[in-house]
């Protein structure tokens, strides 16, 4: 085990420097906390089974428009009240060519 001596200005200093970085860091996350904790975002998966759809599917809605998503680390996220919107004004698997639901 190597031990390094440092003045105790010098480490002071440090915890200083992480502090201010850390608050920094919190700052900087506190604007998009709401985003996460006041909307349920659902993954594919997740989407595929409520609605009981294929992922191939949920692409053909995400292409043709009718499923909004957000994209996070190359993972496609969607709001759980925008499913139930699409489950709300029709089922899913009558959506003809147009892009338009049928009732």
Not at 38 to 59: G, P, S, Y
Not at 60 to 82: V, W
Request: aromatic letters at 8%; hydrophobic letters at 35%; charged letters at 25%.
């Amino acid at each position: 085990m190597e031990v390094i001596a440092i003045q105790k200005s010098a480490l002071d200093g440090m915890k200083n420097e992480l502090r201010e970085l850390l608050e920094m860091t919190e700052a900087a996350t506190r604007k998009y906390t709401p985003i996460f904790t006041e909307e349920k975002w659902l993954d594919n998966q997740e989407v595929c089974l409520l609605m009981n759809i294929t992922k191939r599917t949920l692409q053909t809605y995400k292409d043709k428009g009718l499923m909004h998503y957000s994209k996070l680390n190359r993972k496609n996220y969607y709001k759980l009240t925008d499913v139930q919107a699409l489950l709300t004004v029709g089922q899913p698997n009558n959506i003809v060519e147009n892009g338009f639901i049928n009732e």
